[in-house]
């Protein structure tokens, strides 16, 4: 099976394109790389109308040439979809107020989710790249549900978590070498019963 990178969807333009319908039904069926013909036949449609959203896939950046065969004495072009697309979602939102950005309250929702949406962007480029290269994107993500009695807990728990970053960041804090960044967040978790309706 031929390797499929991920992409990052972060123009309003492409993102569009991506979830018309039609084109969301050609990209689902590019998990194998498959010819224009091909996609036809399988989506029961016109081959000139698959060339066309083909053709608009291809220059977004949303297909590439998987390959080419030989087939009647004609060649076919094989292409594939990307193994995931991620939407950045700096699409969605409005511009942060900049006093917001200044006081960046480590207790507002909005900065969580701001920093949450850079962190979506900043990683799916990273991994772009790191796949262009042929390389791994090293990255570290650790997750734990933890219950606090009162809201003095939680205030308490903020400040060890502070506290405990803040002395592995001087610790770790070499003057040459790769540059990470480490996030710590804690947001209500979702009930239980929500994610089985889900």
Do not use: C, W
């Amino acid at each position: 099976m031929t390797a499929r990178p991920s992409a990052l969807l972060d123009d309003l333009d492409t993102a569009l394109l991506a979830m018309a319908p039609i084109r969301r039904r050609i990209l689902a069926a590019l998990v194998e790389p498959a010819s224009a013909a091909g996609l036809a036949e399988q989506l029961d449609m016109p081959r000139q109308k698959i060339g066309h959203h083909l053709r608009a896939l291809e220059t977004a950046g949303l297909v590439r040439l998987a390959g080419e065969r030989k087939k009647r004495g004609f060649t076919e072009r094989l292409f594939v979809a990307a193994g995931q697309y991620v939407l950045d979602p700096a699409l969605l939102q409005s511009p942060p107020a900049p006093d917001a950005v200044e006081a960046q309250d480590r207790h507002a929702a909005d900065h969580l989710i701001s920093t949450a949406s850079a962190m979506v962007r900043d990683v799916a480029r990273m991994r772009q790249a790191a796949e262009a290269e042929g390389a791994r994107l090293l990255t570290l993500t650790v997750e734990a549900d933890v219950s606090f009695a009162t809201p003095a807990d939680f205030d308490a728990f903020t400040e060890e978590v502070a506290e405990a970053v803040a002395a592995l960041a001087r610790k770790y804090s070499a003057a040459s070498g790769r540059r990470y960044r480490l996030t710590a967040a804690a947001h209500p978790a979702v009930a239980k019963a929500a994610l089985t309706r889900n």
